[in-house]
Each structure stands twice: as C-alpha cells, then as structure tokens.
C-alpha cells in the first residue's frame, strides 16, 4: 500500500492564481480531512469528508473548495491564491470513527507571493 | 468549541534521561480521545500515543506514557530514555466521540531537542 499520497511537495504560486492540491488514498477509507499548518499555530482542518459525495467544513474553509468524488481521493482547490494561503498542507485519511488512528500524507508546502 | 494549548514551544532534553510535555484542553464533553503525535524533520505525523477519556488507566507505548488527569483536564507526555531519534515537534490533539468526521484539534506543537 502507499497509504496517503499528495502532489505536488512544493508548490509556488503568485498571488489570484488556483490550483488543486491532490490526495489519494488506496486503504479504502471511509474518511479524509485537509489541515493546514502554520508556525504557532498546529494544524487547521480545512476541509472534511465522511465519504464520497459528503463534504463539509473545518475550522478555517475560507478560500478553499473541496469535491469527493471517489472514496480514494480528495482534492483541494484555492480558487484565487492569496499570501495568507502560505502554508504546509496535509491530507489525512482514516477507516472511519471506530478506529480511531488517522494517517497523514507527507504534505505540501504552498507558498503563495 | 475545544481547545488545546501545550504551554511549552521548547524543551530540551539529554539524551538518556525522561522529559515530559504539556498539553491541557478544554472541554465540556465527557467522551472524548487524545492523541500526541510526532514530527520528525522529514515533516510525516506518526501517532505516538493515545488515550481514550474513558479509560482510567494512562497508555503506555514502549518509552511513551501520558499522565492524564480527566479532572483537570491535562494530558502530558512523558518520554523516558530518550533517544536522538526522539527530536521531532510533538503536537497534542483531541477528538470528540461525539462528532462525526474523525476532526482532530491540535495544539500548538512543543519542540523537543535531544542532546547528546
């Protein structure tokens, strides 16, 4: 298994340009969630999803979109980047709320200028 | 909504000895979990420990153990005979068993340094 997968690793975008931040998982969870990560401050979600067509929102979802159309994967979209979107991102996935383990992509550091 | 502050951006440590790391949380629910996880400079999460609120009794992993306090709400993480290897920024985290969507909230992460 490859467990949680993300591309790209690094990233560097001018500020009102988007792009999508992929995830893939093949453990065949049920649940997947995006956090962010910013010095001081820990991990944010972002995003979440309890399972395909079933997406809600964390604690900071301004200026991102999210879509799950397969159990496998779930991207992340900034629409029109903005310096404040500077951060490391990860994606986690997990079986669902019986086990309790969540595993983590290896992230993506997305700077934005 | 929770919260979780670990009061302690840095601690060292000489390689060896035992160090523990804070971390308390606010909370008005009575089921909940809590994790520490670490983070290597290579930046991968690994679940280090966790603790379910129900359980009296403190989880250990080999040179991991967690002092938890459900009253006082505290949840501390000692690492005995330290290793190098044990560098890394460790993150404390809680879960509601109540809520759907397996949302971790963290803090905000202490740096361990190990010496040797």
């Known amino acids: 298994n490859a467990g949680v997968t993300q591309t790209p690793k690094f990233q560097v975008l001018k500020t009102g340009q988007s792009m999508t931040l992929q995830c893939a998982q093949d453990m065949n969870h049920e649940y997947m969630s995006w956090y962010r990560q910013d010095p001081g401050m820990g991990l944010r979600l972002i995003h979440y999803?309890?399972?395909?067509?079933?997406?809600d929102q964390g604690e900071v979802p301004n200026g991102y979109n999210v879509s799950r159309s397969t159990t496998e994967d779930f991207p992340l979209r900034l629409l029109s980047a903005a310096p404040s979107q500077t951060s490391v991102y990860f994606c986690?996935?997990?079986?669902?709320?019986?086990?309790?383990?969540?595993?983590f992509g290896p992230g993506t550091r997305l700077t934005v200028t | 909504a929770q919260t979780v502050t670990q009061s302690q951006p840095e601690m060292s440590v000489q390689e060896a000895e035992t160090v523990t790391l804070s971390c308390t949380y606010d909370?008005?629910?009575?089921?909940?979990?809590l994790f520490w996880y670490k983070q290597p400079p290579s930046r991968q999460m690994i679940l280090v420990i966790r603790?379910?609120?129900?359980?009296?009794q403190n989880a250990t992993e080999n040179r991991f153990s967690v002092n938890f306090q459900k009253a006082a709400k505290s949840f501390s993480l000692k690492i005995s005979d330290s290793q190098l290897g044990d560098a890394a920024m460790y993150f404390c985290?809680?879960?509601?068993?109540?809520?759907?969507?397996?949302?971790?909230?963290f803090g905000a992460g202490t740096i361990l340094r190990v010496k040797s």
């Open positions: 985290a809680y879960r509601s068993a109540r809520e759907y969507g397996n949302k971790l909230v």
């Open positions: 999803s309890v399972g395909a067509g079933i997406t």
């Open positions: 603790q379910e609120a129900y359980k009296q």
């Open positions: 986690a996935s997990s079986y669902g709320d019986r086990v309790h383990e969540q595993y």
């Open positions: 909370t008005s629910e009575s089921d909940y979990y």
